[in-house]
T-cell receptor, first 112, second 111 residues
Framework: DVKVTQSSRYLVKRTGEKVFLECVQD?????MFWYRQDPGLGLRLIYF???????EKGDIPEGYSVSREKKERFSLILESASTNQTSMYLC???????????FGSGTRLTVV | DQQVKQNSPSLSVQEGRISILNCDYT??????FLWYKKYPAEGPTFLIS?????DKNEDGRFTVFLNKSAKHLSLHIVPSQPGDSAVYFC??????????FGAGTRLTVKP
């Protein structure tokens, strides 16, 4: 089975800090995605990547950036964390001609 | 602007009865639809999918129906079990591109 691993389950950061959320997948998938999940809003797409060094903005990229230096790793960066970025962050990957995503377990980030 | 909408935030049913979860979409280009199930503190897991060339797909207790003219799909769970209690997300994509999700419906199945 494909495994998508997010490095932290829970994070607490201070306003203004630079925050890195790491995601690693082990099945050589080309596509990787970052979503945030908020009550009443569901999963909203932040950024995605279809290949190494490639990135595309999703629906809510403001305040975020990403890095994909290696195929298996897709990092989400909060340049200067703010309280409205408190959320559950979910990483997903897709590959092998399959439409569905495989999700990681999520990182619950609290910005204080 | 949400392209995929789940208008019922919650649903409660009795064990053994049918659960029907609904989803509407606005983008007529969507051609692949999926349902995901999410337990607390876990990532969503794939449940069932349907392509736009079909109007029904069945997998055990789970059936998804697609009505393209109404831009509506539904997930039927029969019979419902307490272990089905979770948040269910509807998702849609255009070909094999990035996916859009609904807000989710929390299903509670009471013993």
């Amino acid at each position: 089975d494909v495994k998508v691993t997010q490095s932290s389950r829970y994070l607490v950061k201070r306003t203004g800090e630079k925050v890195f959320l790491e995601c690693v997948q082990d099945m050589d998938h080309e596509n990787m995605f970052w979503y945030r999940q908020d009550p009443g809003l569901g999963l909203r797409l932040i950024y995605f990547s279809y290949d190494v060094k490639m990135k595309e903005k999703g629906d809510i990229p403001e305040g975020y950036s990403v890095s994909r230096e290696k195929k298996e790793r897709f990092s989400l960066i909060l340049e200067s964390a703010s309280t409205n970025q408190t959320s559950m962050y979910l990483c997903a990957s897709r590959g092998g001609g399959v439409y569905g995503y495989t999700f990681g377990s999520g990182t619950r980030l609290t910005v204080v | 602007d949400q392209q995929v909408k789940q208008n019922s935030p919650s649903l409660s049913v009795q064990e053994g009865r049918i659960s029907i979860l609904n989803c509407d979409y606005t983008n007529s280009m969507f051609d692949y639809f999926l349902w995901y199930k999410k337990y607390p503190a876990e990532g969503p897991t794939f449940l069932i999918s349907i392509s736009s060339i079909k109007d029904k797909n069945e997998d055990g207790r789970f059936t998804v129906f697609l009505n393209k003219s109404a831009k509506h799909l539904s997930l039927h769970i029969v019979p419902s079990q307490p272990g089905d209690s979770a948040v269910y997300f509807c998702a849609a994509s255009v070909r094999n591109n990035d996916m859009r999700f609904g807000a989710g419906t929390r299903l509670t199945v009471k013993p």
